[in-house]
C-alpha cells in the first residue's frame, strides 16, 4: 500500500528566498513519485516525476525534486521564489504509472511576500 | 486547443437533491479519470471510464455515485440523495488513447460542490 505526507498545509516565502515543499512517502514496493501544481482557478500540471532513474529531478520553472530513500522523502525545492509561483502543490505516489492507482497527499499553499 | 472542461464550476444542492458533474475532455482524448478532493484532504480516485466502458470503479461509493461516458457528449458523475459529506472539489482528467501513463493526464479546474 502506498501513502503520502505532506507537511505543512501552507507555506510562506518572500519573493528570491528559497522554495523547500516537504514530502514523505510509504510504499511497499518501489515507489513513483510525482509533484503537481494547480495555479488558481486551473487543473492540476505535472511539474516532475521520479520513476527510479535518477535522483534528483528536475522539473518546469525552475522547480526540481530529490528522491531519498533512506529518509523516505521527496521533497521539492526551488532556489528563488518568484511571485508566478504561488499556488497549490500537490505531492504524490504510486506503485506504477497507471492513472488510476496515483494517490495524492492534502497539497501545500505556497504564498510569495513581496 | 481547448483544455479540459469542467462544469458547473460550483454546485450548491440542498440536501436529498441529485447533483451532476460534467467533464468534456480534451479533443481526442477517449479517456476519463474523476477524483473527489475532500476538505483537507489530498484527490482521491474515484473512476477510470473509456468511451461507453467503465474500466475502473474501485473508488467509487457503492450506492448513490454514478458515472457515465457515452459516445457522444460529456461525462457525467452523478451523485443521487446528496447529504452533507458530499461536499468536495471533484476533478475530472483526461488522457489520450492508449495512454494510461498519469504523465498523460490532463486536469480540468474541478467542480466545487456545496450541500446544503
Known amino acids: 500500500a502506498q501513502s503520502v505526507t505532506q507537511l505543512g498545509s501552507h507555506v510562506s516565502v518572500s519573493e528570491g528566498a528559497l522554495v523547500l515543499l516537504r514530502c514523505n512517502y510509504s510504499?511497499?514496493?518501489?515507489?513513483?513519485l510525482f509533484w503537481y501544481v494547480q495555479y488558481p482557478n486551473q487543473g492540476l500540471q505535472l511539474l516532475l516525476k521520479?520513476?527510479?532513474?535518477?535522483?534528483l529531478v528536475k522539473g518546469i520553472n525552475g522547480f526540481e525534486a530529490e528522491f531519498k530513500k533512506s529518509e523516505t522523502s521527496f521533497h521539492l525545492t526551488k532556489p528563488s521564489a518568484h511571485m508566478s509561483d504561488a499556488a497549490e502543490y500537490f505531492c504524490a505516489v504510486s506503485a506504477d504509472s497507471s492513472a488510476s492507482k496515483i494517490i495524492f497527499g492534502s497539497g501545500t499553499r505556497l504564498s510569495i511576500r513581496p | 486547443n481547448a483544455g479540459v472542461m469542467q462544469n458547473p464550476r460550483h454546485l450548491v444542492r440542498r440536501r436529498g437533491q441529485e447533483a451532476r458533474l460534467r467533464c468534456s475532455p480534451m479533443k481526442g482524448h477517449s479517456h476519463v479519470y474523476w477524483y473527489r478532493q475532500l476538505p483537507e484532504e489530498g484527490l482521491k480516485f474515484m473512476v477510470y471510464l473509456q468511451k461507453e466502458n467503465i474500466i475502473d470503479e474501485s473508488g467509487m461509493p457503492k450506492e448513490r455515485f454514478s458515472a457515465e461516458f457515452p459516445k457522444e457528449g460529456p461525462s457525467i458523475l452523478r451523485i443521487q440523495q446528496v447529504v452533507r459529506g458530499d461536499s468536495a472539489a471533484y476533478f475530472c482528467?483526461?488522457?489520450?488513447?492508449?495512454?494510461?501513463?498519469?504523465?498523460?493526464?490532463?486536469f480540468g479546474s474541478g467542480t466545487q460542490l456545496s450541500v446544503l
Open positions: 510504499s511497499s514496493v518501489p515507489p513513483y
Open positions: 482528467a483526461s488522457s489520450p488513447p492508449y495512454q494510461t501513463d498519469n504523465e498523460k493526464l490532463f
Open positions: 521520479y520513476t527510479s532513474a535518477a535522483t
